[in-house]
């Protein structure tokens, strides 16, 4: 690989918030996802509501398939919701354009609530910093490649099979076998901030490396890539840019899922755990 990238330890503190700061001005997030019908998954963007929350944005709104908004509200009360748009109806880039967002998280538990072609619309019509995730990333994986608008704004979180699909879609060659490689290597292909999750998560914008050394084995349970979207929108959100921001979110992440281990042993630990222990981890990090 021609070029190393720079290996940073560096972990960004968050903006000290002003003392009249209302809740419009600390982060507006729009997460994208759910799904209904013979599976329904609402607990993964209640989840990642519920982390942004947590994370410190001020306005959560889930934008899911309509027959599951109440279920999301009950789950997480402090979000809102929007429904997503049938085929055929509204512009999905239009109703996230409604709640003027400071940053738009796609994918968790979305299933096939949308078509390729809203995501296609999205990334296109949409200005604002992205996370996607889960089926968020496979659908960006069934798409013809395409140029992505100022891609530094975009952060891709694939697991190992959402990173083997992406790397054959978007970038040319075998996929290299070091994780840090590979997720160079995408990341340069797509020129969007990548997260490969796993032991030892590798964030790379291409050019600058990190790699996590928090978490543990226990976080390996459904949604905690969810809680970990939710918080990197949310640091957006509050203004740090893409790469920093998901440093800061898998840092904390796994800081958290330690301290929730600590209290509970790696077996029982779940996603709501980890979200419960992030006040610990900020508190650790000095916020």
Known sequence: MSL???????????????????????????????????QTMAGAPALAARAALRSGAGLVQ????GDIQQTVIMLEPCVTTRALPLVGGSSLAAIVAEFEPDVVAVGPGLGGSILADHLRELIEQ???????????????????????????????????G???????????????AARADAAVTLARSTGCVTVLKGAGTVVTDGRRLYVNET????MATAGAGDVLTGMIAAFVGQRLEP??????????????????????GQLSLTAVDIIDALPDAFAEHGH
């Open 162 to 176: 959402e990173m083997k699909r992406l790397f054959d879609r978007w970038c040319p060659g075998p996929m290299p």
């Open 215 to 218: 978490g543990n084995a226990g």
């Open 243 to 264: 790469l920093e921001a998901a440093i800061l979110g898998v840092y904390l992440h796994g800081l958290a899922g330690d301290f929730a281990a600590q209290d509970l």
């Open 126 to 160: 949409c200005d604002k910093p992205m996370v996607i995730d889960a089926d968020g990333l496979n659908m960006l994986a069934r798409m013809d490649r395409f140029a992505i608008p100022n891609p530094a704004r975009i952060t891709l979180t694939p697991h190992p």
């Open 62 to 65: 889930a934008i899911v398939p």
């Open 4 to 38: 190393e990238p720079v290996v940073t330890r560096e972990i960004a503190a968050l903006p000290v918030r002003p003392t009249d700061a209302h809740k419009g001005q600390v982060g507006r997030v729009a997460i994208i996802g759910g799904c209904s019908g013979a």
